[in-house]
C-alpha cells in the first residue's frame, strides 16, 4: 500500500511542473532531497512552481520547487502536495516606487515589534511565526504590506540601494557578516536601535532590539564589529521568467 501512494503521488507531481500553485497552509520548504534541514518556509496564500529538474529523487520522497514571490529554491515533501492547488491566478508582482514604500514602513516596523512581543526562538529558516530567522523576520515584515524582497541577508543586501551607515533612516536594512558576505540583518527602527532575530551565539535567540550607536551592549558591540554595510527598499522585487 505505501509503494502504490508513492506512486501516486510522483504521477501527481510530474503531471503538474509546468504549472502554479496556490499554497493552502503553511509549508516547511527544505534545502535538499533528504528534507533534513530547513531552507524556508511557504505561508498559505505564497505561489510556487514544480520545478522539472527535481521530480522522482529516487527514495526521499520530495520534489524540488520554486517559490514565485522571490524566485527562492528548495525541496517539498511529497506528502504536502496535497496542501496545493492549481493557481487560477498567477502571481504578479506590484511595481512601486520609493514613495509606494515610504508610506508603508510604519507596518513594517510594528510587524517586527508584534513578532516580538509574541514568545519566540531563532529559527533558521523560519518566516511564518512565531519563530523567524534575520532575514525571514525582514521578508515577512515587508511581505505583510505588500512588498518582496529576496530571502536571504546576502541576496536582500545586494537587492536594496545602498546607503551610508551614517544616514540611516527608518525602514532601512542594516547588514553583518565578514568581508564576503552578509550572514546577519536587522531592520532600522530609529534612534540609533534595530530590531532582528539573532541565534544563541552571540544573540538573543529570537528576537530582539540592539543598538547601532553608542552606548552599546556586549551583543550590540559584538554585533557593530561585523556591521558590513546599509540599504533602502526602492522597489519590490520582480520574480523572473518562469521557466
Known sequence: MG???TSGDNQDSARSIDCEYHVLNHLDVY??????????????????????????????????????????????????LQQLRISINPY?????????ICVRLPEVVSFTQDAMAQPNHYLWGGTVGPHFDCSGLVQAAFASVGIWLPRDAYQQEDFLHPVSVQDVQCGDLLFFGSKKRATHVGLYIGEGEYIHSSGRDHGRDGIGIDRLSPPREEISEWLFQKLRSAGRVIENYQPRESD
Do not use: F
Not at 508582482?93 to 509606494?100: E, I, P, Y
Open 3 to 5: 509503494h502504490q501512494e
Open 31 to 80: 534545502d535538499s532531497p533528504e528534507c533534513g534541514r530547513l531552507a524556508t518556509q511557504a505561508r498559505a496564500d505564497r505561489h510556487l512552481r514544480i520545478l522539472s529538474d527535481g521530480v522522482n529523487k529516487g527514495l526521499h520522497q520530495s520534489v524540488k520547487v520554486r517559490l514565485c514571490e522571490d524566485d527562492y529554491p528548495g525541496w517539498l515533501k511529497v506528502r504536502d
Open 92 to 100: 504578479r508582482a506590484r511595481k512601486m516606487n520609493r514613495a509606494d
